[in-house]
């Protein structure tokens, strides 16, 4: 009896390895944007998400090194728009302590999420000093059409801000004729 029940015990466990899972996979919102720039550009990051499954609506918060960046605007992204209509808040731009919180988006009227890859926000930054800031995500939410939570991951980045090349100007040609006839009247003048 107890060989039995041990060869139903191995039957059992080869035919549950033989069935493939049938797990969410985790959706993944992740920053993209210059890996490099130079003081004074301006340049936009994008907040995209892939691995989506049925998201009908999000929040998040976006830090940043205000010493080395500043945030100018944000915009709405397509992913959500692309589904149906939306209802998008942000909290606004804190320069002083480098975030751009509460950034919230949701499907409004519709009954299922958006599903794929696609992108959530884009942020408008101006570089202000030289040194590397991150970009990262933190206090977020993704939610399912039925209002649960979504697992999810963070993929965060950073920015690389470097000095602007000071290249010296080339003499113009004027320049380089008036000397020239200086020289010569110079030496004209010591002939005498």
Same mark, same amino acid.
């Given at each position: 009896?107890?060989?039995?029940?041990?060869?139903?015990?191995?039957?059992?466990?080869?035919?549950?390895?033989?069935?493939?899972?049938?797990?969410?996979?985790?959706?993944?919102? +992740?920053? !993209? $944007?210059?890996?490099?720039?130079?003081?004074? %550009?301006?340049?936009? =990051?994008?907040? &995209?998400? @892939?691995?989506?499954?049925?998201?009908?609506?999000?929040?998040?918060?976006?830090?940043?090194?205000?010493?080395?960046?500043?945030?100018?605007?944000?915009?709405?992204?397509?992913?959500?728009?692309?589904?149906?209509?939306?209802?998008?808040?942000?909290?606004?731009?804190?320069?002083?302590?480098?975030?751009?919180?509460?950034?919230?988006?949701?499907?409004?009227?519709?009954?299922? +999420?958006? !599903? $794929?890859?696609?992108?959530?926000?884009?942020? %408008?930054?101006?570089? =202000?000093?030289? &040194?590397? @800031?991150?970009?990262?995500?933190?206090?977020?939410?993704?939610?399912?059409?039925?209002?649960?939570?979504?697992?999810?991951?963070?993929?965060?980045?950073?920015?690389?801000?470097?000095?602007?090349?000071?290249?010296?100007?080339?003499?113009?040609?004027?320049?380089?004729?008036?000397?020239?006839?200086?020289?010569?009247?110079?030496?004209?003048?010591?002939?005498?």
């Amino acid at each position: 009896m107890k060989q039995t029940i041990f060869y139903l015990g191995i039957a059992l466990f080869s035919m549950c390895m033989l069935c493939p899972a049938k797990g969410k996979a985790d959706a993944v919102l +992740g920053v !993209s $944007g210059p890996a490099n720039v130079s003081v004074g %550009d301006s340049f936009t =990051i994008d907040i &995209g998400v @892939s691995q989506a499954a049925d998201l009908y609506g999000f929040q998040f918060d976006l830090g940043f090194d205000p010493t080395i960046l500043q945030a100018t605007r944000f915009a709405e992204g397509t992913f959500l728009t692309s589904q149906g209509s939306t209802f998008f808040f942000n909290n606004g731009i804190d320069n002083v302590a480098g975030t751009v919180a509460f950034n919230a988006d949701t499907l409004i009227g519709v009954s299922s +999420g958006a !599903s $794929g890859d696609g992108l959530l926000m884009t942020f %408008d930054f101006a570089s =202000i000093a030289a &040194g590397t @800031s991150g970009l990262t995500i933190s206090n977020v939410v993704l939610s399912d059409s039925n209002g649960n939570s979504l697992p999810f991951a963070v993929q965060n980045n950073s920015v690389d801000v470097n000095e602007v090349a000071v290249s010296t100007p080339e003499p113009s040609t004027f320049s380089m004729m008036l000397g020239a006839l200086v020289f010569l009247g110079l030496a004209a003048v010591r002939k005498r």
